[in-house]
């Protein structure tokens, strides 16, 4: 099990205030589902995109800096696209960029492949043998998610999918949280959401699901770890958690 420091979840039924979970008080929430949030939690597609950013950038006369590209994570792609232009100008050539960026992005991944992030596959196969059903929910468009699955290898891992091509409105809005919850058939309340972005903590907050973030970046952002209701280093600390901390219907230990 993590470090009890690291540990931080929500009282149910109580005012949203957060309190460390200590081995004399045991805070036992229930859940029935997960809900993945896909780059930077599942996949480390954020250092492929920062790279492929900073190139193209490059080629074309421009510089961004790492910390303006890790400030993209968990974005949508327009949001993106409207933060290049405050910083790179509004004569700023978005289509010569997504084309040199993708071009560099789709030859390092097929070199290379993209890394799972670490535990994913282990809290996968977990929740598979328990029967506790999960989804993904992502900012990344559909034909963009099958294609980053299929070069990291987890073609098939995740059955049930919400994409930007789902909803109306991307993330920090709730609603591919929402959606992927009625997909599961559970109430919003009822879902774990595993983010790595403030974006993605937004959005889960608003959707009232109970959000763990597990960082992609140091320092952790400040205002995502004060809004969520869990913060773990990485997804075998969360099934650690899940383990011995986190009730769930018709429970049966491995």
């Not at 004569?91 to 991944?109: E, H, K, P, V, Y």
């Given at each position: 099990?993590?470090?009890h420091?690291?540990?931080?979840?929500?009282?149910?039924?109580?005012?949203?205030?957060?309190?460390?979970?200590h081995?004399?008080?045991?805070?036992?929430?229930?859940?029935?589902?997960?809900?993945f949030?896909?780059?930077?939690?599942?996949?480390?597609?954020?250092?492929?995109?920062?790279?492929?950013?900073?190139?193209?950038?490059?080629?074309?006369?421009?510089?961004?800096?790492e910390?303006?590209?890790?400030?993209?994570?968990?974005?949508?792609?327009?949001?993106?696209?409207?933060?290049?232009?405050?910083?790179?100008?509004?004569?700023?050539?978005?289509?010569?960029?997504?084309?040199?960026?993708?071009?560099?992005?789709?030859?390092?991944?097929?070199?290379?492949?993209?890394?799972?992030?670490?535990?994913?596959?282990?809290?996968?196969?977990?929740l598979?043998?328990?029967?506790?059903?999960f989804?993904l929910?992502?900012?990344?468009?559909?034909?963009?998610?099958?294609?980053?699955?299929a070069l990291?290898?987890?073609?098939?891992?995740?059955?049930?999918?919400?994409?930007?091509?789902?909803?109306?409105?991307?993330?920090?809005?709730?609603?591919?949280?929402?959606?992927?919850?009625?997909?599961?058939?559970?109430?919003?309340?009822?879902?774990?959401?595993?983010?790595?972005?403030?974006?993605?903590?937004?959005?889960?907050?608003?959707?009232?699901?109970?959000?763990?973030?597990v960082?992609?970046?140091?320092?952790?952002?400040?205002?995502?770890?004060?809004?969520?209701?869990?913060?773990?280093?990485?997804?075998?600390?969360?099934?650690?958690?899940?383990?011995?901390?986190?009730?769930?219907?018709?429970?049966?230990?491995?």
């Open positions: 099990m993590p470090p420091w690291l540990v931080f979840t929500l009282l149910w039924g109580s005012p949203q205030k957060l309190l460390p979970c081995h004399n008080m045991p805070v036992r929430p229930f859940f029935s589902a997960v809900i949030d896909l780059d930077g939690l599942v996949l480390d597609t954020e250092s492929t995109y920062t790279l492929a950013w900073r190139h193209a950038a490059e080629a074309m006369g421009y510089g961004l800096s910390s303006f590209c890790q400030s993209l994570s968990g974005l949508h792609y327009q949001d993106v696209e409207a933060k290049l232009l405050a910083v790179c100008g509004a004569d700023f050539d978005l289509q010569a960029f997504n084309q040199q960026a993708g071009a560099c992005w789709r030859a390092s991944a097929n070199a290379f492949g993209i890394p799972v992030k670490p535990g994913v596959r282990e809290l996968l196969r977990y598979n043998g328990q029967g506790i059903p989804a929910a992502t900012n990344s468009r559909a034909a963009n998610v099958r294609e980053c699955l990291s290898g987890l073609s098939g891992a995740f059955l049930r999918q919400v994409t930007r091509d789902d909803v109306v409105a991307g993330k920090p809005e709730p609603d591919v949280f929402l959606q992927a919850a009625t997909l599961l058939k559970t109430p919003i309340r009822q879902c774990l959401v595993l983010e790595d972005s403030l974006t993605g903590i937004i959005a889960a907050q608003k959707a009232g699901a109970f959000s763990v973030l960082p992609s970046v140091s320092p952790t952002d400040p205002q995502a770890a004060a809004l969520c209701d869990l913060l773990l280093p990485d997804l075998h600390a969360l099934l650690a958690t899940i383990r011995s901390e986190f009730p769930y219907p018709h429970r049966n230990q491995v």
